[in-house]
């Protein structure tokens, strides 16, 4: 009996585990662009380090933080203190040496960013040197805490303020606890506020749990009232992220990368980052999510053991008529998927800017149009069948759209759940079908293919299909 699978339709992102998925979902996909084309695999373009590598232009710590600034550069700030500036002409310059920075944003012409226990603050006009903390009464008092998230929201900057929220107003009031009309309730004692986001008009209040249980909660504030709305308990131990598609928000929560929904007033769990996350653990930093090119970006950062794949993945879908999924789109400048963490990310125009930790090596990249990266691939989901009947795979064949001089692909195979994906399959060209095939013969319970992408500089090739043939027959 001859059995057939065939892929045609890229659109469903990480599959639930090397078995399912939803159709057109991934084991793995590394690089690759699956929603600009539908039915269509392209390669997405690399990241290159922009910062520099010498003297003042070099970035000397993580930058967990950045600021797409209204003078028309970009600030970046780094968790043992350093402020860095990138002008719109891409020249990096130091400007500042503080300690360690826990939060940033720009609000009505001035710069603020917080210590663990100080609001700063410098006019955007100002001189390093001689304007920062200039008005009088500056720097501010905040409660201690490891985050003090930033964001605007009507005439308010708001600050997360340990059980707090703290604003500054359009004329630069601030107040520790609310604003100068309303002091907002404290959250519990078990929480403190990790991430910030906008809903409508309300605000939303992402917490973790300072005593490392798994519970943390959600609350939704309207600016006005001096208590919440609602609050909402998950069973993680912390909101590290909030995460916008269209009209949805979402949030990164938790260290084994699940991903919810938020549905007006509670969390609700939606989509798991595929991995082994036995006592290993992973997070997205606060400041390390950034919609760009309509696709919700979000770094995702290695705690311990590299429970997942490393690097700046994707939330969204090509348009209403496809799932929202997750995809890993590009891997950062040193080319590694794991040990690394994923700092801040902002945009510039069309530029994606993502700031990098690779040991005791940092950095700032930003999105190359002139190079394509070089390492995409994807792996298929287990190819199984009957398990009770002897399989001979035979003939296999990727169906391309295009492919360019000095591009290609290369297919591997990996049989009954090894992992190794080592030995290649020699594939025929044949050009007037636009189709790559082999017929050589694999006898295996189950098999899983990986197909890399070979580039050339700029130019990649583009899948339509893979396909796989197999005969069966019972086990003697």
């Not at 300690?99 to 960013?113: D, P």
């Not at 900057?157 to 004329?171: E, H, T, Y």
């Not at 995460?243 to 938020?262: D, K, L, R, S």
Request: glycine residues 8%.
């Amino acid at each position: 009996m001859e059995s057939f699978f065939r892929q045609n339709s890229w659109e469903g992102g990480l599959s639930d585990s090397d078995i399912t998925g939803i159709e057109g979902s991934f084991s793995e996909s590394v690089g690759l662009d699956i929603h600009s084309t539908p039915r269509v695999l392209k390669v997405n373009q690399k990241l290159t380090k922009n910062s520099g590598d010498t003297g003042s232009t070099k970035v000397n710590d993580f930058c967990e933080y950045s600021i797409n600034s209204s003078d028309g550069n970009t600030y970046w700030f780094g968790d043992t203190g350093y402020i860095y500036k990138r002008t719109s002409a891409g020249v990096w310059s130091t400007v500042y040496d503080t300690t360690e920075i826990f939060g940033a944003a720009e609000f009505n012409g001035y710069f603020y960013w917080a210590t663990a226990t100080a609001l700063n603050e410098m006019i955007i006009t100002g001189n390093w040197t001689t304007d920062v903390n200039s008005v009088a009464g500056w720097p501010k008092t905040l409660d201690t805490a490891s985050f003090h998230p930033m964001i605007q929201q009507g005439l308010y900057l708001f600050i997360g303020n340990n059980r707090k929220i703290a604003s500054v107003d359009d004329v630069g009031t601030f107040t520790a606890q609310g604003t100068p009309d309303v002091t907002l309730d404290l959250l519990p004692i078990t929480y403190s506020i990790k991430c910030l986001a906008r809903f409508g008009i309300d605000l939303l209040v992402g917490t973790y749990n300072v005593s490392n249980n798994q519970i943390c909660v959600i609350s939704r504030w309207d600016c006005a009232s001096p208590s919440y709305i609602s609050y909402d308990d998950i069973p993680e131990l912390s909101i590290n992220a909030f995460m916008p598609v269209e009209n949805i928000m979402f949030a990164q929560c938790g260290t084994a990368g699940n991903i919810y929904y938020y549905d007006g007033s509670e969390l609700n769990l939606y989509k798991t980052i595929k991995g082994d996350y036995l006592n290993k653990t992973m997070t997205v930093h606060p400041g390390s999510a950034r919609t760009f090119g309509g696709l919700s970006m979000f770094g995702v950062s290695n705690v311990s053991s590299n429970p997942c794949l490393l690097g700046v993945y994707s939330l969204g879908h090509h348009d209403k008529n496809y799932p929202i999924v997750i995809n890993l789109e590009y891997v950062i400048s040193p080319n590694k998927t794991s040990s690394i963490e994923v700092g801040a990310m902002t945009t510039v125009s069309q530029y994606l800017f993502v700031a990098w930790k690779d040991g005791t090596t940092y950095g700032v990249d930003v999105i190359d149009y002139a190079n394509k990266y070089s390492g995409a691939y994807f792996k298929t989901l287990a190819i199984g069948g009957n398990r009770n009947l002897r399989k001979d795979f035979k003939e296999f064949f990727l169906a391309y759209k295009s492919k360019p001089a000095n591009t290609g692909f290369t297919l591997y195979y990996d049989k009954n759940y090894a992992g190794t994906f080592t030995d290649a399959i020699t594939l025929i060209d044949q050009t007037d079908f636009n189709k790559l095939r082999s017929q050589q013969v694999i006898e295996a319970g189950t098999t899983q293919y990986k197909i890399g992408f070979t580039v050339s500089t700029n130019s990649a090739p583009q899948l339509e299909e893979f396909g796989v043939t197999w005969n069966e027959q019972a086990l003697l």
